[in-house]
Antibody, heavy 119, light 106 residues
């Protein structure tokens, strides 16, 4: 069974950074892209970027370049996203999701993690 | 960037109704269009990929159609468990999502 397990909720101060994790199981990590997506309360979903589990190659939404950095640890089948220089606009739920290149869609999702930026 | 516009933003329907949700792209996306269902407090679930292909495990009452800039998700007979927000996503050029259609029971 494919599973994506995300780390717990974060409360961080403005200007700080946070690192989110997404531990996977049930499939060959290196054969798929992992995407990260942002959803602010009651709002639509924004795609942040992709990282390929095999070689760590990345692609980013221009809006999130400099804000988000995606990495992987193949040995533990875990994907990470660093968010830097946090502001209130970064308060949101962040999802990791497995991307299937052939269909351009996200077939398995993590449960989401709430990041709250507040002093 | 390709913009995706969904309509209506809120739809009220009765159990058993045929329901149609629309998604319009700002330019031709060549059927590179997926649909997701998101229930309150949950992650989105992939329903339809490449405009009209049903994802494994999704009930056959869900179907998709469209081409060019205009796409539709249809639920042939609405069930109580279909109450959710539905998002379209284009992947012709990177990825963008529509703002969603919230579907509620009348």
């Amino acid at each position: 069974e494919v599973q994506l397990q995300q780390s717990g909720a974060e409360l961080v101060k403005p200007g700080a950074s946070v690192k989110l994790s997404c531990k996977t199981s049930g499939y060959t990590f290196s054969n798929y892209y992992m995407s990260w997506l942002k959803q602010m309360p009651g709002q639509n979903i924004e795609w942040i970027g992709n990282i390929y589990g095999g070689n760590g190659g990345t692609g980013y939404n221009q809006k999130f370049k400099g804000k988000a950095t995606l990495t992987v640890d193949k040995s533990s089948s875990t994907a990470y996203m660093d968010l830097s220089s946090l502001t209130s606009e970064d308060s949101a739920v962040y999802f990791c999701a497995r991307r299937v290149a052939a269909i351009g869609g996200f077939d398995y999702w993590g449960q989401g993690v709430m990041v709250t930026v507040s002093s | 960037d390709i913009q995706m516009t969904q309509s209506p933003s809120l739809l009220s329907a009765s159990v058993g109704d045929r329901v149609t949700l629309s998604c319009k792209a700002s330019q031709n996306i060549y059927k590179y269009l997926n649909w997701y269902q998101q229930k309150l407090g949950e992650a989105p679930k992939l329903l339809i990929y490449y405009t009209n292909s049903l994802q494994t495990g999704i009930p056959s009452r869900f179907s998709g159609s469209g081409s060019g800039t205009d796409y539709t998700l249809t639920i042939s007979s609405l069930q109580p468990e279909d109450v959710a927000t539905y998002f379209c996503q284009q992947y012709n050029s990177w990825n963008t999502f529509g703002a969603g259609t919230k579907l509620e029971l009348k």
